[in-house]
């Protein structure tokens, strides 16, 4: 067993000692009281109430009609459950890109009023002052490159980046640059697995991957993806470790029929 499962807090230090201990970070998302539970029950090093919740939780197609009271809603919520994870929020789009003072001010409401133990943000060089603003503050952050949902409307389309070499130098300028100004860790999304051994190696702080292949300091999915509460989504990623959407509407099934036919409830389900 390993000694950082006998940790009773995951802080963002732990996670440096991850790395140099080689030892892989596990990260998975929550939104709510009840998952944050279960997963925080399961083990994992870190929880992220990721702008996902876009997606999984309310249906919209992309990330960004998420406002940032409704992110610090579902991170109120996620705290509640958690007792030894790490509790990372992403900070919305429009809460953080136009200047420094309102990252700061974005990122300082959901510290104190979501109870998030650190923010992540999506970017580079581009908002270079805004994460120095932050850290400077004392509050951890935790970065973004590669494919950044945030930015879907000016990639186009939801394909592996950073193929190209001018793109791929520019990943490992914009990792350098993220540790400089104090990240603690930064989350590689959807690129080539050898940049990303390549970043990882580069950096003294943790790579977290999504479909950037094994080289990372340690792997993050979306919950509802692994444990297969999604159905049609599938990228080459994406291991689903349950089916519950077949499991859930065969329940779900069964309570109507049973309602249907008089079977419940039952003279052992009443008073």
């Known amino acids: 067993m390993s000694v950082h499962s006998e940790i009773r807090k995951i802080t963002t230090e732990t996670?440096?000692?991850?790395?140099?201990?080689k030892e892989k970070i596990s990260m998975l998302t929550a939104y709510d009281f009840t998952t944050a539970k279960m997963v925080d029950a399961g083990g994992v090093d870190a929880v992220l109430i990721g702008d996902s919740a876009a997606n999984?939780?309310?249906?919209?197609?992309?990330?960004l009609p998420i406002t940032l009271d409704?992110?610090?809603?579902?991170?109120?919520?996620?705290?509640?459950?958690?007792?030894?994870?790490?509790?990372?929020?992403?900070?919305?789009?429009?809460?953080?890109?136009?200047?420094?003072e309102k990252a700061l001010e974005s990122a300082v409401r959901m510290m104190k009023e979501g109870g998030a133990h650190a923010v992540k943000i999506e970017g580079g060089k581009e908002i270079e002052q805004e994460i120095s603003k932050i850290?400077?503050?004392?509050?951890?952050?935790?970065?973004?490159l590669g494919l950044t949902p945030q930015s879907i409307y000016q990639f186009?389309?939801?394909?592996?980046?950073?193929?190209?070499?001018e793109e791929a130098?520019?990943?490992?300028?914009?990792?350098?640059?993220?540790?400089?100004?104090?990240c603690f860790a930064l989350v590689l999304e959807k690129i080539p697995a050898d940049l990303a051994q390549k970043v990882s190696d580069s950096i003294s702080i943790?790579?977290?991957?999504?479909?950037?292949?094994a080289g990372c300091d340690g792997q993050v999915l979306v919950y509802h993806d692994m444990v297969g509460m999604n159905k049609g989504f599938s990228p080459k990623f994406l291991r689903r470790y349950l089916d519950?959407?077949?499991?859930?509407?065969?329940?779900?099934?069964?309570?109507?029929?049973?309602?249907?036919?008089?079977?419940?409830?039952?003279?052992?389900?009443?008073?």
């Open 206 to 213: 943790p790579t977290i991957g999504i479909g950037a292949g």
């Open 135 to 144: 850290v400077n503050a004392g509050i951890p952050v935790m970065g973004h």
């Open 70 to 100: 409704q992110m610090i809603y579902h991170t109120q919520c996620v705290t509640r459950g958690i007792e030894r994870a790490l509790i990372v929020a992403d900070l919305p789009f429009g809460s953080y890109q136009s200047n420094p």
């Open 15 to 21: 996670l440096r000692k991850m790395k140099f201990d």
């Open 169 to 182: 130098e520019k990943l490992i300028n914009d990792a350098k640059l993220l540790e400089e100004l104090g």
């Open 156 to 165: 186009g389309t939801y394909k592996v980046r950073a193929k190209e070499d």
């Open 244 to 271: 519950l959407y077949t499991e859930i509407t065969g329940a779900v099934s069964s309570f109507v029929k049973d309602v249907k036919t008089g079977d419940f409830p039952n003279q052992n389900e009443s008073y």
């Open 56 to 63: 999984v939780m309310a249906g919209h197609e992309t990330t």
